[in-house]
């Protein structure tokens, strides 16, 4: 540790966690911002995005990148509901490869769809965490779809393709699916002003921002949840949040473990990127960033069985603004998408 401040600040973070002691003095001094920019390190081990983790068994190459992109666009793997869709069809590069509505068709309950943007750092994938890598995901979905199709798997400009990444002309969904996380590998969002700032640019974030960030380590304590790198825990919590509506019965995580603890927990999403990919939470019930901090200024919903973390906030009209200066400082650079050309014969 480079200096003296990390530890009290982490003691008194720890402090703060553990005892959990309101705090309703919202005043944020100067003082407390000057000790914020001394940190070396974070509570909660937030930090810059590092180098995106590969498995052995998948490496990335650019022809592989370059075959998922064109089955991430492919309708003819027939996905969806309708059986006409590709991925791009709910994970739009122009919406941060998310959509703007609250919910669409990817599991037995209509969830919200994820950004796909630093879904790479995932240690489980989906809002229930029943998947538990980039190719299984793929994997799961392409089976669904070539159970009705099978026409991408005849094409010889995919079987040409095949042949270079893999070395073997014939198109497995196993294969499709390594393609198709390889690409999403690439979909990472690095240079946010917050990394700058954690990179030791103290004037990457306006001084708003800094009191967010305060506010979200401290007073918010939004950290005890939303940590590390990809400010997730990959953990599940029951937030209480509202149904949309009486048929909205999502019993979240329970559906996966059967463990009556879990009803109603859904995985923390990471918040990179969010000012991006409104709607929020599971089932895209808020609009906007303003609405999801209302919710947890009032401590979340009121359910059996909600985390203990969960309590009022007591935040003021300015911390609440600050707080939101500071998740939209979490806006990375985003990966350029071109359309690549699909193989018709
Ligand atoms: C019809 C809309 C739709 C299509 C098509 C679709 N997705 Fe999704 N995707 C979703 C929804 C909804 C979820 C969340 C479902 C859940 O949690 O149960 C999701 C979740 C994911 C996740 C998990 C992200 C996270 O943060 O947990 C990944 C990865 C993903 N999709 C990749 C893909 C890929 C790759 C394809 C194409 C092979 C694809 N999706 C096609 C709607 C869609
Ligand atoms: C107890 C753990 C926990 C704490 C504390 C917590 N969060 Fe969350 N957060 C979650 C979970 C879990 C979800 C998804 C909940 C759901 O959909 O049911 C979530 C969702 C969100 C979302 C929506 C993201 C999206 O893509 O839909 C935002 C924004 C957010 N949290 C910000 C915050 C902020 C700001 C704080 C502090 C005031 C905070 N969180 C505190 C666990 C937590």
């Not at 497995?172 to 390889?182: G, R």
């Not at 990472?188 to 103290?202: I, L």
């Not at 985390?307 to 603004?321: A, F, G, I, V, Y």
């Amino acid at each position: 540790m480079k200096n003296g401040l990390t530890i009290p600040i982490v003691i008194l973070v720890g402090g703060f966690l553990f005892l959990n002691p309101p705090v309703t003095e919202a005043q944020i001094s100067k003082s407390d911002i000057e000790m914020l920019d001394k940190l070396s390190r974070f509570p909660g081990d937030l930090g810059p995005l590092p180098k995106v983790p590969v498995p052995a068994d998948n490496p990335q190459t650019p022809d592989k990148v370059a075959l998922g992109k064109m089955l991430f666009v492919d309708g003819r793997l027939s996905l969806g509901p309708d059986r006409k869709s590709s991925c791009l069809t709910c994970h739009i590069p122009e919406k941060a490869y998310a959509t703007d509505h609250p919910t669409d068709i990817g599991a037995k309950d209509p969830r919200n769809s994820p950004t796909l943007l630093n879904a790479a750092y995932n240690k489980r994938q989906m809002w229930d965490g029943r998947l538990p890598s980039l190719e299984a995901q793929a994997l799961s979905l392409i089976k669904m779809g070539l159970a009705v199709s099978d026409e991408i798997t005849r094409l010889r400009g995919y079987k040409e393709q095949f042949n270079k990444v893999f070395g073997t002309e014939e198109v497995t969904a196993e294969n499709m699916a390594k393609a198709i996380a390889a690409f999403e590998r690439t979909l990472t969002t690095p240079n946010s002003p917050f990394d700058r700032y954690a990179q030791g640019d103290k004037s990457a974030l306006s001084e708003s921002e800094k009191r967010g960030l305060w506010v979200f380590l401290l007073k918010g304590a939004c950290v005890q949840c939303h940590r590390g790198i990809n400010f997730t825990d990959d953990e599940f919590h029951n937030l209480g949040v509202p149904p949309r509506g009486p048929d909205d019965k999502d019993p979240g995580r329970f559906g996966i473990t059967q463990k009556e603890e879990d009803r109603g927990r859904f995985k923390t999403p990471g918040l990179r990127n969010v000012a991006l990919t409104p709607p929020y939470m599971h089932n895209g019930v808020f609009k906007t960033l303003e609405e999801v901090i209302e919710f947890y200024n009032k401590g979340g919903g009121d359910v059996p069985g909600k985390s203990e973390r969960m309590r009022p906030l007591n935040l003021t009209d300015e911390e609440k603004k600050d707080l939101i200066t500071f998740l939209k400082a979490l806006t990375g650079e985003l990966p350029p998408f071109i359309p690549p050309t699909l193989p018709t014969e």
